[in-house]
């Protein structure tokens, strides 16, 4: 995708495209091999570009920016970073250009990307034994 963020989120406030960015180009540092694509106003990151693949997503809210992890009800969290309940789902709220920058992210990143593909592989997996 090489649409900036600018193109990509024309209403979102500047300093949100502004945390976009910077979360935008920490995730492709930190999983180069990651396909992005832009599905339901947020854009999402996986190893194919369908929707159904998405292991991280990093969406716009309302004066902040959710860095998500669907697959991240598992994932270490030494630093108490992770939001959320749910069984699966969790999510980073990026309230600032400087937590955005949080040095802790990179490696939530890469470990949410390793489960994630083989969680998606799984349900791949899943559903094909079901048909």
Not at 9 to 15: G, H, K, Q
């Amino acid at each position: 995708m090489q649409e900036t963020v600018d193109e990509l989120f024309p209403d979102a406030p500047v300093t949100v495209r502004t945390i976009i960015g910077q979360l935008r180009d920490m995730v492709r540092t930190a999983i180069p091999g990651a396909t992005e694509i832009m599905y339901h106003g947020a854009l999402g990151y996986g190893p194919t570009a369908s929707g159904f693949d998405r292991i991280i997503y990093v969406a716009p809210q309302n004066g902040y920016v959710n860095l998500g992890f669907f697959f991240g009800g598992h994932l270490a969290d030494p630093t108490k970073l992770l939001e959320g309940t749910g069984k699966r789902m969790r999510h980073v709220k990026i309230n600032t250009i400087q937590a955005a920058k949080n040095p802790a992210l990179p490696p939530l990143v890469q470990e949410a990307w390793i489960d994630g593909v083989a969680s998606v592989a799984k349900l791949h997996e899943a559903l094909r034994n079901t048909s």
